[in-house]
């Protein structure tokens, strides 16, 4: 055991675990970053100003306008609603396209009949973009939460089959034969080995999820939406308010960002199953 | 090498692990296996007596997976039968565990004892009965201060040592070993098998065991297969070593054997390599 205890095998965790406790060794580096993350956004706001002095307040917002703009909905209450309205069709619409997405994704990556039934219209919608299916979630749903929260999970549920598919089908031979001969059946099968081998493709089928997500959100609200961020967008954009239009883009990058972070963290316990966050 | 200190071979005679567990029969008929129009294998027959320990030696790509996997239950022979103690083998089953040639077949995200608890769990075993279970068999193999860690924190011996573990706490009569030590090195390997020997005598199952190496198979067999080289392999000869165990693979009578295998195994792999060119010059 000595023997095999000396083999590079161990060497690994280690490093691992250095990695993910050690702070000290990552403080530069970290340092670094942020100095960097500072000099870019500086950057960024440095030619946006030249840009804006350029084309002129008729249109584009200059950064200054835009923080007025921002404050002026932000003390109205406007902006809070907007972001508050938006990320709860998007949260609800993904959750359900993860919900029923993973599930029927693993069914379709093991069970062949599943997935020759399931497979053309898989192949057909996954092709045809939330945004043609905009009017029609109206007539169906009307102008409530539901058509919105329909199209996200539309655009979720897709991305999240198709990936969990590809774990399911990936799943290593050695532990299905493994499994079956420790005596498992085919649905145990399915629950402990397919679904664990798979979570690393499920976890990286939500966040395309999510992205999908953020790219829906302003067409499903621009069309028929009292509050959101893409009707904050819209609505301002009638009113000639461009600096209400960068505020809402702006903030829905900033939310993007965000969502995908706290989805990063939550992530972070099933680290075991492989999943690389 | 606590492995073999007196310690853990102690445990050979304190525990009897799995004791009413014995060894089932196997009765390999006519046995065929084919992929497409490949014949991988042709008309195997062999009769494992009950408890025996049996080493399959054979010219790489010959047809030894293929063969234990049709015994497991994973392939479906396209002629001939497999019995166990009678009962024809149709699909994997809890009397036959397979340990495979690559630690890929431990569950990765588990920990080595939720690993060893997997098919007692799958069983229906109670909680505790389980966890006794995982404890004397993590002992057996001298796990039981890594319980708690995933398969990749433990060295390449200590991940096929999980392995056995998990097949044997599973009480199977026969157990399938393909090439276990295969990717260990040549010391690790050396006290694997001293255990592997001392783990069988506790447990009393049969086994099948894959390997390439002649010495392997000399101090771990009852008896020793040599299949032909492929396509269609089939058993070429059979020898009985009757040398007590534990066996030193320097004694003379290993020495004599060692030759003897050498000979015929290396007629058999000259034949493959020839089969090969032949097919080049042929293509
Ligand atoms: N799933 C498969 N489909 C087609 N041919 C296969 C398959 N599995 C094995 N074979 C073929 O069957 C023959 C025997 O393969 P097998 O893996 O059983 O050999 P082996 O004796 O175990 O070799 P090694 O010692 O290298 O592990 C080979 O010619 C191989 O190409
Ligand atoms: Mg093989």
Same mark, same amino acid.
């Given at each position: 055991?000595?023997?095999?205890?000396? /083999?590079?095998?161990? $060497?690994?965790?280690?490093?691992?675990?250095?990695?993910? #406790?050690?702070?000290?060794?990552?403080? %530069?580096?970290?340092? #670094?970053?942020?100095?960097?993350?500072?000099?870019?956004?500086?950057?960024?706001?440095?030619?946006?100003?030249?840009?804006?002095?350029?084309?002129?307040?008729?249109?584009?917002?200059?950064?200054?306008?835009?923080?007025?703009?921002?404050?002026? &909905?932000?003390?109205?209450?406007? &902006?809070?609603?907007?972001?508050?309205?938006?990320?709860?069709?998007?949260?609800?619409?993904?959750?359900?396209?993860?919900?029923?997405?993973?599930?029927?994704?693993?069914?379709?990556?093991?069970?062949?009949?599943?997935?020759?039934?399931?497979?053309?219209?898989?192949?057909?919608?996954?092709?045809?973009?939330?945004?043609?299916?905009?009017?029609?979630?109206?007539?169906?749903?009307?102008?409530?939460?539901?058509?919105?929260?329909?199209?996200?999970?539309?655009?979720?549920?897709?991305?999240?089959?198709?990936?969990?598919?590809?774990?399911?089908?990936?799943?290593?031979? %050695? /532990?299905?034969?493994?499994? $079956?001969?420790?005596?498992?059946?085919?649905?145990?099968?399915?629950?402990?080995?397919?679904?664990?081998?798979?979570?690393?493709?499920?976890?990286?089928?939500? #966040?395309?999820?999510?992205?999908?997500?953020?790219?829906?959100?302003?067409?499903?609200?621009?069309?028929?939406?009292?509050?959101?961020?893409? $009707? &904050?967008?819209?609505?301002?954009?009638?009113?000639?308010?461009?600096?209400?239009?960068?505020?809402?883009?702006?903030?829905?990058?900033?939310?993007?960002?965000?969502?995908?972070?706290? &989805?990063?963290?939550?992530?972070?316990?099933?680290?075991?199953?492989?999943? /690389?966050? | 090498?606590?492995?073999?200190?007196?310690?853990?071979?102690?445990?050979?005679?304190?525990?009897?692990?799995?004791?009413?567990?014995?060894?089932?029969?196997?009765?390999?008929?006519?046995?065929? *296996?084919?992929?497409?129009?490949?014949?991988?294998?042709?008309?195997? @027959?062999?009769?494992?007596?009950?408890?025996?320990?049996?080493?399959?030696?054979?010219?790489?790509?010959?047809?030894?997976?293929?063969?234990?996997?049709?015994?497991?239950?994973?392939?479906?022979?396209?002629?001939?039968?497999?019995?166990?103690?009678?009962?024809?083998?149709?699909?994997?089953?809890?009397?036959?565990?397979?340990?495979?040639?690559?630690?890929?077949?431990?569950? @990765?995200?588990?920990?080595?004892?939720?690993?060893?608890?997997?098919?007692?769990?799958?069983?229906?075993?109670?909680?505790?009965?389980?966890?006794?279970?995982?404890?004397?068999?993590?002992?057996?193999?001298?796990?039981?201060?890594?319980?708690?860690?995933?398969?990749?924190?433990?060295?390449?011996?200590?991940?096929?040592?999980?392995?056995?573990?998990?097949?044997?706490?599973?009480?199977?009569?026969?157990?399938?070993?393909?090439?276990?030590?295969?990717?260990?090195?040549?010391?690790?390997?050396?006290?694997?098998?001293?255990?592997?020997?001392?783990?069988?005598?506790?447990?009393?199952?049969?086994? *099948?065991?894959?390997?390439?190496?002649?010495?392997?198979?000399?101090?771990?067999? @009852?008896?020793?297969?040599?299949?032909?080289?492929?396509?269609?392999?089939?058993?070429?000869?059979?020898?009985?070593?009757? *040398?007590?165990?534990?066996? @030193?693979?320097?004694?003379?009578?290993?020495?004599?054997?060692?030759?003897?295998?050498?000979?015929? *195994?290396?007629?058999?792999?000259?034949?493959?390599?020839?089969?090969?060119?032949?097919?080049?010059?042929?293509?």
């Amino acid at each position: 055991m000595t023997l095999a205890e000396t /083999k590079p095998a161990p $060497a690994r965790p280690a490093s691992d675990k250095s990695r993910r #406790r050690g702070q000290k060794p990552n403080m %530069t580096g970290s340092l #670094r970053r942020g100095g960097l993350f500072i000099v870019s956004i500086v950057l960024g706001l440095v030619v946006w100003q030249l840009v804006a002095s350029h084309f002129g307040p008729a249109l584009v917002a200059s950064p200054s306008e835009t923080w007025q703009g921002a404050a002026d &909905l932000w003390a109205d209450g406007t &902006l809070w609603q907007s972001i508050w309205a938006s990320s709860r069709r998007i949260f609800i619409g993904w959750a359900l396209g993860v919900v029923v997405g993973a599930p029927l994704g693993l069914l379709m990556g093991r069970i062949t009949i599943v997935r020759e039934i399931l497979d053309p219209y898989i192949e057909f919608f996954r092709f045809i973009p939330p945004i043609a299916f905009v009017t029609l979630a109206i007539i169906w749903f009307g102008i409530g939460e539901s058509s919105k929260i329909v199209l996200i999970f539309y655009t979720s549920v897709f991305v999240v089959i198709i990936n969990t598919i590809s774990g399911a089908v990936s799943t290593d031979e %050695t /532990k299905l034969r493994a499994a $079956a001969s420790l005596g498992a059946s085919k649905s145990q099968i399915l629950r402990t080995i397919v679904l664990p081998s798979a979570i690393p493709h499920i976890v990286t089928g939500a #966040r395309l999820a999510m992205g999908n997500s953020f790219l829906t959100i302003v067409s499903a609200e621009i069309v028929a939406a009292q509050e959101g961020l893409g $009707a &904050l967008i819209w609505t301002s954009r009638n009113y000639g308010h461009i600096d209400w239009v960068f505020v809402g883009i702006i903030v829905l990058g900033a939310l993007g960002f965000l969502f995908d972070r706290v &989805l990063r963290v939550c992530v972070r316990p099933l680290r075991r199953y492989g999943v /690389k966050v | 090498m606590p492995l073999t200190t007196a310690k853990s071979t102690g445990t050979t005679t304190s525990t009897a692990p799995a004791a009413g567990v014995r060894g089932a029969a196997l009765d390999l008929d006519a046995v065929t *296996i084919k992929f497409g129009d490949f014949t991988a294998v042709d008309s195997v @027959d062999v009769s494992v007596r009950a408890g025996e320990f049996i080493c399959l030696l054979g010219p790489s790509g010959c047809g030894k997976s293929t063969l234990i996997s049709a015994i497991a239950g994973f392939e479906k022979p396209a002629n001939g039968r497999i019995h166990l103690e009678g009962q024809e083998i149709r699909g994997a089953s809890l009397d036959v565990g397979m340990v495979f040639q690559s630690s890929e077949a431990l569950f @990765d995200w588990l920990t080595i004892r939720q690993n060893i608890e997997y098919g007692p769990k799958m069983r229906g075993v109670a909680k505790k009965e389980r966890q006794a279970l995982a404890d004397e068999f993590l002992s057996l193999v001298g796990l039981a201060h890594c319980a708690d860690q995933l398969p990749r924190q433990l060295s390449g011996g200590m991940r096929q040592r999980a392995q056995i573990a998990r097949v044997l706490a599973n009480e199977p009569r026969v157990v399938l070993m393909d090439e276990p030590f295969g990717a260990l090195d040549a010391q690790t390997r050396q006290v694997m098998q001293q255990e592997l020997d001392r783990i069988w005598r506790t447990s009393g199952c049969t086994v *099948i065991f894959v390997t390439h190496d002649i010495d392997e198979a000399i101090v771990l067999a @009852d008896r020793i297969l040599v299949m032909t080289a492929g396509p269609e392999a089939t058993i070429k000869s059979s020898y009985d070593v009757d *040398i007590p165990r534990p066996r @030193d693979e320097a004694g003379d009578e290993a020495i004599a054997l060692h030759r003897k295998l050498r000979e015929d *195994i290396g007629a058999e792999v000259r034949k493959a390599l020839q089969g090969q060119g032949l097919t080049q010059e042929g293509s």
